[in-house]
């Protein structure tokens, strides 16, 4: 019995490890991160760029981040009967199989991303629009992606407050996805811990900051 509780520990293991290889980004898909980050960064804080070159410094920084977890499949402006999907997300079959294991939660079979180029942080009137969109579409789960984030973060006001409402009212969870967490991605998490954080947040009005632990790619930063 213990010889046998002992292999699939080891099993569980490789599999993690396995999972953890996957989703993290090498040391080349790290540095191409960096600069992408820098890139987006930069436009948002000049006004000599065009809002078209920040929009377009978002998405592919969202693009690239999204498919170097390799386990997702990406289309680009989606267009349904009466709306443009920034990105349509699910899962590819590495992420399939991750499921089946149960290392990657049932959520991310398939999602919308907006990419929002603002000069403020979003207002309830955008979460509100992407609402909408995410309730022609049927789906219940949404990535918002920004560079200032949203107003009212972590109260029950604004447009953070209202992705808490919807939850309890609809099922339906909004994440914000700002730079200070594109920052946190290039020195201690992966995308899937930042979300899996936000949701617990929302969910249950828990804040898991303070247990950030530092990410194995800190290594290439040194």
Not at 114 to 139: A, D, H, P, Q, S
Request: proline letters at 0%; charged letters at 20%.
């Amino acid at each position: 019995m213990m010889h046998n509780s002992l292999n699939l520990i080891e099993i569980l293991d490789n599999n993690i490890y396995k999972y953890e290889e996957l989703v993290n980004f090498n040391k080349k898909e790290f540095e191409e991160y960096k600069n992408l980050l820098a890139c987006f960064n930069e436009t948002n804080s000049s006004k000599s760029y065009s809002n078209e070159a920040k929009g377009e410094a978002l998405e592919n920084l969202v693009a690239f981040l999204i498919s170097k977890t390799n386990i997702f499949e990406i289309y680009k402006n989606i267009h349904t009967t009466s709306n443009e999907i920034d990105l349509f997300v699910k899962f590819n079959r590495y992420g399939k199989v991750l499921l089946s294991y149960g290392l990657v939660d049932g959520l991310f079979s398939n999602y919308v991303c907006e990419c929002k180029n603002t000069n403020n942080k979003i207002n309830v009137t955008w979460i509100g629009k992407f609402i909408t969109l995410t309730r022609m579409g049927n789906f219940n789960f949404g990535l918002m992606f920004s560079y200032h984030g949203l107003t009212g973060e972590n109260t029950w006001n604004y447009a953070f407050g209202l992705t808490r409402k919807i939850f309890l009212k609809e099922n339906t969870l909004i994440i914000d996805i700002n730079y200070n967490d594109l920052l946190k991605i290039s020195t201690q998490k992966n995308l899937l811990d930042i979300i899996n954080e936000k949701v617990i947040n929302i969910k249950h009005d828990i804040d898991l900051t303070q247990y950030l632990t530092e990410h194995p790619n800190t290594k290439y930063i040194k």
